[in-house]
């Protein structure tokens, strides 16, 4: 792995690069000798400059040669936001016998993060929340791993006004916080939580876009990538085909990479957005082939489509609405949304109720009752 840096390096400036990444050249070149053991946020900033898509491979092989402390409450954190388990797993049983406090107390923090993020049948969210509120943290980046935990649960829960007030609150306490690494990575993630509330329950684009942005340009991780390029592709469905279809593509290329289930949703995601926009595309749903047809004025031929179909999803039962003129399944549609909690969705539907002079006060109130 330093071999290989060594070799890159030389394409570059070392002073120049140095300055870039924010260390000192001496400091590359003791951390490219091996003599010293550097920041492990350095060793990975190098990493990202000179060889970015051995990021992972490399990383791994610098965290089973981490002793300081310091390095180990960073390597944690890397594990979580990249899903690399085992990894994290293998840390906290290596170093469990710790003598040094604070490390033993992210321990036993990032413990209870790994079996939220394994789910463990041992343990209940109740229990694991009882766990967390009983640990004695005395670290500010503690008290906050721990209450990001809880953000997590509400999230879960679908409670998520209260995930998204405490996501508010922790922006505050996330300033205070010591360890540069962690207060960037934990920005991240929250930011990634509201990109979504944002977007599906405060119905809020803007902020959902700016919130999507940041995760993506703090390149934490690449699942939280992917679901804020998802996110990005949500908030631009109505409004602008090409952007949106740029951002499903990237969160598609990713999720095809590591998860199966997620990649078919956002396959779905991108069949809805080349209906809504009446654009050509490979209709393995027959609604979403009735609403290009509709899109590009044939109706006949979309309304004959639609006889043998029974919208079962929001989205069918708005394509169906809008195709047919039908108030009523349109209704349905908005119900089913904000059931859902999706008011973006809802919100889109209700301006197409209003063109057929539903009365919009009463929406707004359903929508409020279920936000």
Request: charged share 25%; aromatic share 10%.
């Amino acid at each position: 792995m330093r071999q290989i840096l060594k070799y890159e390096i030389k394409k570059f400036n070392q002073s120049e690069v140095a300055e870039f990444i924010g260390t000192t050249s001496p400091t590359i070149t003791r951390f490219l000798n091996g003599k010293q053991e550097t920041s492990l946020s350095t060793s990975l900033r190098l990493i990202l400059y000179l060889a970015p898509k051995e990021e992972k491979k490399f990383m791994l092989e610098l965290i089973k040669e981490i002793e300081k402390p310091s390095n180990v409450i960073i390597a944690l954190e890397y594990c979580s936001t990249n899903r690399l388990v085992k990894t994290m797993n293998y840390l906290l049983k290596k170093f469990k016998d710790t003598s040094n406090h604070e490390l033993k107390e992210y321990l036993s923090v990032y413990e209870l993060i790994y079996k939220w993020q394994m789910r463990h049948e041992d343990i209940s969210v109740d229990q694991l929340m009882n766990k967390a509120r009983a640990l004695k943290v005395t670290t500010k980046e503690g008290n906050v791993l721990i209450k990001l935990l809880e953000v997590y649960v509400y999230f879960n829960e679908e409670k998520y006004h209260l995930a998204y007030d405490l996501a508010n609150d922790l922006q505050h306490l996330i300033e205070d916080m010591d360890i540069q690494y962690l207060k960037n990575s934990i920005n991240a993630r929250l930011a990634e939580t509201k990109a979504f509330l944002a977007l599906n329950v405060i119905n809020d684009i803007e902020q959902a876009k700016q919130c999507a942005t940041y995760v993506i340009k703090s390149k934490i991780g690449r699942s939280f990538s992917a679901f804020a390029h998802f996110v990005l592709g949500e908030a631009h469905r109505y409004s602008d085909f090409e952007m949106s279809k740029l951002h499903f593509g990237k969160a598609l290329k990713c999720y095809s990479k590591y998860s199966s289930l997620n990649a078919e949703e956002t396959r779905k995601e991108i069949e809805h957005l080349s209906a809504i926009h009446g654009k050509e595309y490979a209709y393995q749903n027959a609604i979403c082939k009735a609403m290009y047809l509709y899109n590009n004025k044939n109706q006949s031929e979309a309304i004959e489509l639609l006889n043998n179909t029974k919208p079962s999803t929001a989205m069918e039962m708005m394509f169906v609405g809008q195709i047919q003129q039908d108030e009523q399944m349109l209704m349905q549609a908005f119900t089913k949304f904000v059931q859902e909690k999706d008011m973006f969705n809802a919100n889109h539907v209700k301006k197409l109720l209003k063109e057929h002079g539903s009365n919009t006060a009463m929406l707004d109130n359903l929508m409020n009752i279920f936000a």
